[in-house]
């Protein structure tokens, strides 16, 4: 099981779209199973995919026993809501991590892919998302004050890397809810490859109605046929194809994120 955590240090930049989008796309592009776990107390990825939440909540997770995980059943996607629970866990012994670690390892052998969505706070749970990840992507908005948050939710990727899980590769950055008209956002994109370009995944995803209006209905933004909807669709393709190609197996991975930012 290949796990990816879709993270970011500040909210409203579109990480429980992006992780909902690439659930189905995986399910769909590669007949994968996918897990999702929702560590975000919001919930928001949770009530988009409501309709495929297994009876266990994301904060037992964290629970040192009684999580029959050998007990759910795979499906094309299987998800572990998110709770208001879960902002205790931030307060919570360190151990819990462990326990987290051990619950996920239940899953390795009966999932294709796992995908984490994290609260955007730096704490326990982005934490213990990014110790258990082959895999971090950091989806961004093109704002100055979003670029501004990127080289802290890099220097944690790499703080985790170092300190707990050497296995964990950094994906990039994915421009998200991404407005061509918009000269302030044009800047925001000469400032983004000047100094993180290395990191850029070179895709985007532009703001368009469909792509909300899709997930209300708790379906893919490709299942629409509005020419929006197409539009958006032919972006989330083409992002995600660029994504995949960087999950290629960790012995030819590269160790870009040895010197940190550039």
Request: glycine share 6%; proline share 6%; net charge positive.
């Amino acid at each position: 099981m290949d796990t990816l955590v879709i993270t970011n240090q500040k909210g409203g930049v579109g990480k429980s779209t992006i992780t909902a989008l690439l659930a189905w796309w995986l399910a769909e592009k590669e007949k994968a199973r996918v897990v999702l776990v929702d560590l975000d107390n919001q919930q928001n990825l949770s009530r988009t995919l409501r309709q495929f939440s297994c009876e266990v909540g994301a904060t037992r997770l964290f629970a040192s026993t009684g999580t029959p995980l050998g007990e759910i059943p795979a499906g094309e996607l299987t998800l572990f809501p998110g709770e208001p629970e879960l902002a205790n866990l931030d307060r919570a012994s360190p151990e819990v991590i462990r326990n987290f670690r051990n619950n996920m390892a239940q899953l390795d052998q009966r999932f294709d892919y796992c995908l984490i969505d994290t609260p955007p706070t730096l704490g326990l749970r982005m934490i213990a998302a990014l110790i258990v990840a082959d895999y971090a992507l950091c989806p961004i908005e093109l704002e100055e004050y979003s670029i501004e948050g990127v080289t802290a939710m890099i220097k944690t990727v790499i703080g985790v890397r170092q300190r707990h899980n050497p296995r964990l590769k950094f994906l990039g950055l994915l421009a998200n809810r991404f407005n061509p008209h918009s000269v302030r956002q044009r800047e925001a994109v000469q400032l983004l490859f000047e100094r993180y370009g290395r990191y850029i995944i070179p895709g985007k995803i532009s703001t368009r109605s469909s792509i909300p209006e899709a997930l209300s209905d708790g379906v893919p933004v490709w299942k629409l046929t509005k020419t929006s909807a197409r539009e958006a669709a032919a972006e989330v393709h083409k992002a995600f194809g660029l994504l995949r190609e960087r999950m290629r197996p960790q012995a030819e991975a590269t160790t870009e994120l040895a010197n940190g930012p550039g």
